[in-house]
C-alpha cells in the first residue's frame, strides 16, 4: 500500500458545473492531484436508483480498475488549503464536530469506546476495504440505510461498519471542517470547508459567490 | 446623486472583528462612512422586543439632518461598490418568490402587492419616517402579526400600502438562500437563512482572503483552465 490516491469527486444530484470546475480546479491547484469525476452516468445499472447521498458505496465500480486507494471529497466541500501528507493507512477519516461525536457516543457503544465519529463527506480508502463498501451496497438495497434515529443516509452505518474492518487513522477536524459547527477562529486553519446540512441551495449560492470571491488563490 | 447614510445595527454582534471588517469593506469599496449602532446606543424601548423590530427606529438614531438611509443588516458582506440607488422613497430587493406566494395565498394585501422584499437591505428617504414611527407602536403591542415571522412581513406592509417600492436587483442583496445566479456579481452578499454559526465561519473565509481588497483584483490574474478527465472509456473496476 502506498500513499498514493486517487481524488474522487461525484458531480450528482444537480451540481452547478461552474461550481464543480471550480471545486475540482481548487483541489488540483492546491494539490497538484487531477480529480476523478463521477457523473450519473458513470454509475453502473444497480446504483441508477439509489438516492444521490448514498452513492458512496459504488466507488470502486467507479474508479479505474488500477486504484488502490480513493480520497472521496463530497462536491459541496471547499479545498482550502493543500492537504499535508497522508498517512499511510487503510482507512483515513476526519473527525466529525464535537457536539455530534458526542451525541453518537451516546448511541452507539462502539463509537463510545474512543468518541470517535467521522464524517463521510472527506475518507481515504483502500481497495482491500472493497468488501465494506459491497456490505454497505446491501444496506442501501434493503432499505436500511438511513438510522431512523437521525437520518444521516448512510454515514452511521459507513462508520459501524469501518471500525469492525479495521483501525481508522483519524485527522483532526480541520480536513473537513463542517459549516454548521465552524468557528470564524477555526478558518485560520481549515484545509476544508464542508458545506453539509445546510439547505441545497444555501450551498450552491455561497459556493458560487466564494468562487468569484476566492477563486483560486490560496489561503496562508 | 442624492446620497444616503449607511447604517447597521449591531446589537451584541459575536463577532467583532467581522463587524469592523465588513464596515470597513464597505466604507472603502462606498467611500461612505457607517453608522453603526450599537446597544449602547439604543433606546430602552428598543431593546425591550424582538431584536429584528430594532430596525423600527433608524430615524431616531440617525442625525436630525439625514434625508436617506441605507440599512443593512450584520450578516452582509459587501462585495463590490453599489452603483447608484435612485432618488425615491423606499428602495429594496425582492426576496425568495417563494416567501411571497405563501403570504398571498394567505393574506390579501400580499395578494396584490405580489412581490415582498427583504428587509437586511433597504434604502428609504426621510418620508418613509412615520411608518417606521408606525413599526415602533406595533412592535410595543407586542401582538402578533402575519404568522409572527419578525418584522419583515409588517414592514411590508406598512410601507407597500403607502409606496411604490422601486425594486433593485438580486445583486443589491444576494440572499444566500435564494439567488444563485446572481451570486458571482454580487454587490452585497447576505448570510441570510442559515445557521448562525456557519455564516461567520463563511464570513470569515471572505474576510481572510479579500481583506480590503475589491472583488475583481483577486480574479484578475488567474488564467488557469481545468481539463477535466472524462471517465468515459476508462476501465473502470
Known amino acids: 500500500m502506498g500513499t498514493d490516491y486517487l481524488p474522487v469527486l461525484f458531480s450528482i444530484d444537480e451540481y452547478p458545473p461552474e461550481l464543480e470546475q471550480w471545486v475540482a480546479s481548487r483541489f488540483e491547484v492546491l494539490n497538484g492531484r487531477r480529480v476523478h469525476i463521477v457523473r450519473n452516468k458513470d454509475f453502473p445499472a444497480d446504483a441508477r436508483d439509489v438516492h444521490p447521498y448514498c452513492l458512496q458505496p459504488w466507488i470502486w465500480d467507479v474508479v479505474p480498475k488500477d486504484t ?153 | 446623486m442624492a446620497s444616503y447614510l449607511p447604517m447597521m445595527i449591531a446589537v451584541d454582534h459575536p463577532y467583532p472583528d467581522l463587524l469592523k471588517w465588513a464596515v470597513e469593506r464597505f466604507e472603502v469599496l462606498n467611500g461612505k462612512q457607517v453608522l ?25 438614531l440617525a442625525p436630525k439632518n439625514t434625508t436617506r438611509i441605507l440599512f443593512w443588516d450584520f450578516d452582509m458582506i459587501p462585495l463590490r461598490p453599489l452603483p447608484e440607488i435612485p432618488d425615491v422613497a423606499f428602495a429594496s430587493v425582492a426576496d425568495y418568490q417563494l416567501w411571497a406566494d405563501r403570504l398571498a395565498a394567505v393574506y390579501p394585501f400580499f395578494a396584490r402587492t405580489k412581490k415582498y422584499f427583504n428587509s437586511g437591505f433597504f434604502v428609504a428617504r426621510k418620508d418613509t419616517q412615520p411608518y417606521f414611527d408606525q413599526l415602533k407602536l406595533l412592535t410595543a403591542s407586542k401582538k402578533k402579526f402575519f404568522w409572527n415571522m419578525d418584522e419583515q412581513p409588517l414592514l411590508n406592509f406598512l410601507i407597500q400600502e403607502t409606496f411604490d417600492v422601486h425594486w ?5 442583496n444576494c440572499m444566500g438562500h435564494a439567488h444563485f445566479s446572481v451570486a458571482s456579481e454580487a454587490y452585497m452578499f447576505h448570510l441570510a437563512g442559515m445557521d448562525k454559526l456557519s455564516r461567520w465561519a463563511i464570513m470569515e473565509l471572505f474576510k481572510l482572503r479579500l481583506g480590503l481588497e475589491p472583488v475583481h483584483d483577486v480574479q484578475r490574474d488567474e488564467k488557469y483552465e481545468f481539463v477535466f478527465e472524462d471517465s468515459r472509456g476508462r476501465d473502470h473496476g
Open chain 2, 36 to 60: 453603526v449602532v450599537t446597544r449602547d446606543m439604543m433606546p430602552k424601548e428598543a431593546l425591550a422586543g424582538v431584536t429584528s423590530y430594532s430596525k423600527a427606529w433608524i430615524w431616531d
Open chain 1, 68 to 220: 488502490e486507494r480513493v480520497l472521496y471529497v463530497d462536491s459541496d466541500m471547499i479545498p482550502l488549503r493543500a492537504l499535508p501528507e497522508l498517512p499511510d493507512d487503510e482507512f483515513i477519516a476526519a473527525l466529525d464536530g464535537t457536539p455530534h461525536c458526542k451525541r453518537m457516543a451516546d448511541i452507539y457503544p462502539a463509537v463510545a469506546a474512543d468518541g470517535n465519529f467521522f464524517n463521510s463527506g472527506f475518507f481515504v480508502a483502500s481497495r482491500s476495504l472493497r468488501h465494506i463498501f459491497d456490505q454497505m451496497k446491501f444496506f442501501v438495497s434493503s432499505r436500511k440505510s438511513e438510522d431512523p434515529r437521525h437520518g444521516d443516509h448512510l454515514q452511521t452505518i459507513f462508520n459501524l461498519l469501518i471500525r469492525s474492518a479495521t483501525s481508522i487513522k483519524w485527522l483532526p477536524h480541520d480536513y473537513n471542517s463542517v459549516a454548521i459547527t465552524a468557528t470564524p477562529k477555526m478558518m485560520s486553519t481549515a484545509i476544508s470547508l464542508h458545506l453539509c446540512a445546510m439547505p441545497l441551495n444555501a450551498r450552491w449560492v455561497i459556493m458560487n459567490a466564494l468562487r468569484t470571491s476566492i477563486g483560486l488563490s490560496k489561503f496562508e
Open chain 2, 168 to 172: 433593485l436587483p438580486e445583486t443589491f
